[in-house]
């Protein structure tokens, strides 16, 4: 495979499609150990199991690389860009950075697959322009079709038996808007519609629920906080008003915010507003403290749904 990074003065994204364990970890390593070699930070964010494949592959080179089990930090995709990539690249600003990020394994729900497909696209908008590579291993033997054919519009880049070949259906704004549908919810659902005037009532009510539904006493705080952020949000931008919905749904606590606002930017709650600039942390916090976010947002209304292991 050649060096995706040849002549790195911008973002690279390619998508790498494997077969086996063995064309997984030589396409792998071979990438991490030419930055090494090239004095660049790496850090390789993939599955447990495949972790531990490349750690022992690497051996005593691997005690330069950042491990990141992306099982744990990932498993809402929506985190993966703010609180793995980002927060490597920034840490080192001034130099040529590389990564190794598998978002996307057999093991992914239906339920997540939409956040993570998001996710690939917003890659290319959260980068663009730095001095970063993103190498996005795809398991073509056991992943569907439809997600092979998702990460050629996510990714400008396909490496496949080692050739590495532009990607001629490469829109990943489009796969952005294709994954912005409408979330269908149980019937039953609690419901409960608040203003300014009720919003510690709606925090309160909600975490009553969630006990009820048998949230663990380990979980409340990062209930509490969700919802007093997304429910403030509503309020400020939303119309000034909102309607929050809670229900269980299988291992899961699942809970909602709908109100009449419209979220512009794609990339908000994926990445840290400067440092200076106070406020612009509500969605990123939702993001950090939830197993999943999936967002439907249109002119005149936005749904923002939260998943919390039970």
């Known amino acids: 495979m050649r060096d995706v990074t040849a002549g790195d003065a911008t973002f690279t994204h390619p998508a790498l499609f494997y077969r086996d364990q063995c064309e997984y970890v030589s396409a792998n390593v071979s990438f991490i150990r030419s930055g090494l070699e090239a004095g660049e930070p790496v850090a390789v964010a993939v599955p447990q199991d495949n972790l531990k494949l490349l750690r022992g592959e690497l051996g005593q080179d691997g005690a330069e690389v950042r491990f990141v089990d992306m099982e744990q930090e990932g498993r809402n995709p929506g985190r993966i860009i703010p609180r793995v990539l980002r927060a490597f690249a920034d840490a080192h600003p001034h130099r040529h950075v590389r990564l190794v990020g598998e978002p996307i394994w057999a093991g992914r729900s239906p339920t997540e697959y939409p956040a993570c497909a998001q996710h690939e696209a ?18 073509a033997a056991r992943l569907a079709p439809e997600v092979l054919a998702d990460a050629h519009a996510t990714h400008p880049v396909v490496i496949s038996d080692g050739l590495e070949l532009s990607s001629g259906s490469y829109a990943p704004d489009h796969v952005i808007a294709a994954y912005n549908q409408p979330l269908p919810r149980p019937p039953g659902a609690f419901a409960f519609t608040f203003d300014s005037s009720l919003l510690p009532d709606a925090r309160h009510l909600l975490l009553e629920r969630a006990v009820a539904l048998g949230l663990p006493p380990g979980r409340h705080d990062d209930l509490a906080l969700a919802v007093a952020e997304l429910t403030t949000n509503s309020v400020v931008h939303g119309g000034g008003s909102g309607t929050a919905r809670i229900w269980a749904e299988g291992d899961h606590l699942v809970w909602e915010v709908e109100d009449g606002g419209h979220i512009g930017d794609p990339l908000a709650g994926r990445c840290p ?38």
């Open 122 to 139: 917003l890659i290319n908008h959260a980068f663009a322009g730095r001095r970063v590579t993103v190498l996005c291993p795809y398991d």
């Open 273 to 310: 507003p400067p440092p200076d600039r106070p406020g612009g942390r509500g969605l990123l916090l939702v993001h950090y403290v939830s197993d999943l976010v999936r967002t439907h947002t249109v002119p005149g209304g936005t749904t923002t749904r939260c998943y919390l292991r039970r």
